[in-house]
């Protein structure tokens, strides 16, 4: 009875992840099932049924989650992430270029790289992401958001590309 409860617990934690979008590499639980209790195989093979889309096993009953992760920057406050999970998101770079006017900043798009026009030193996070929301190219990669209380004053940025996309 005290493999099923461990079964039962990284099953949860794995539910739990799932639920968070957080990317699990691996899950062992091989020695808890190969107990030939039958109750145990009839819960994994629940939980793999459950999961499928998301769960591969091999033949060590090793779980294998294929959570794919959103891509993310942030430049300053500004917290830039990727609208589809995975890989690909890596592939979106954000440049933000002093030359437009405070209130009238520009974004522009070509292909996955995204330039945004500010105002040095006037312009701040809040009208970047408005910026951004305006333009149905831009938001149709990325969602911007704060990181932090409030929304400081925008800095200019070279390049920087989205990371950590799975």
Same mark, same amino acid.
């Given at each position: 009875?005290?493999? &099923? =409860? +461990?079964? $039962?617990? %990284?099953?949860? %934690?794995?539910?739990?992840?799932?639920?968070?979008?957080? !990317?699990?590499? =691996?899950?062992?639980? #091989? @020695?808890?099932?190969?107990?030939?209790?039958?109750?145990? =195989? %009839?819960?994994?093979? =629940?939980?793999?049924?459950?999961?499928?889309?998301?769960?591969?096993? @091999? /033949? @060590?009953?090793?779980?294998?989650?294929?959570? +794919?992760?959103?891509? $993310?920057?942030?430049?300053? +406050? &500004?917290?830039?992430?990727?609208?589809?999970?995975?890989?690909?998101? +890596?592939?979106? #770079?954000? /440049?933000?270029?002093?030359?437009?006017?405070?209130?009238?900043?520009?974004? !522009?798009?070509? *292909?996955?790289?995204?330039?945004?026009?500010? /105002?040095?030193?006037?312009? *701040?996070?809040?009208?970047?992401?408005?910026?951004?929301?305006?333009?149905?190219?831009?938001?149709? $990669?990325?969602?911007?958001?704060?990181?932090? $209380?409030?929304?400081?004053?925008?800095?200019?940025? @070279?390049?920087?590309?989205?990371?950590?996309? %799975?």
């Amino acid at each position: 009875m005290s493999r &099923l =409860k +461990n079964i $039962l617990r %990284k099953m949860s %934690k794995v539910r739990e992840g799932i639920a968070r979008r957080s !990317f699990y590499d =691996k899950v062992n639980i #091989s @020695d808890d099932v190969r107990d030939n209790s039958p109750l145990a =195989k %009839k819960l994994y093979a =629940k939980e793999v049924e459950a999961y499928r889309s998301i769960i591969r096993t @091999d /033949e @060590d009953t090793i779980l294998e989650t294929d959570i +794919n992760v959103a891509a $993310l920057a942030q430049i300053g +406050n &500004l917290v830039i992430t990727a609208v589809e999970n995975g890989a690909a998101g +890596n592939l979106i #770079s954000i /440049e933000i270029l002093d030359g437009a006017t405070a209130g009238s900043e520009t974004v !522009f798009v070509e *292909d996955r790289n995204i330039v945004i026009g500010i /105002e040095e030193g006037i312009s *701040d996070y809040d009208a970047i992401i408005a910026a951004i929301v305006a333009s149905d190219e831009a938001s149709a $990669l990325i969602t911007p958001s704060l990181d932090g $209380l409030g929304s400081d004053v925008a800095i200019v940025s @070279d390049i920087v590309y989205l990371m950590d996309g %799975k």
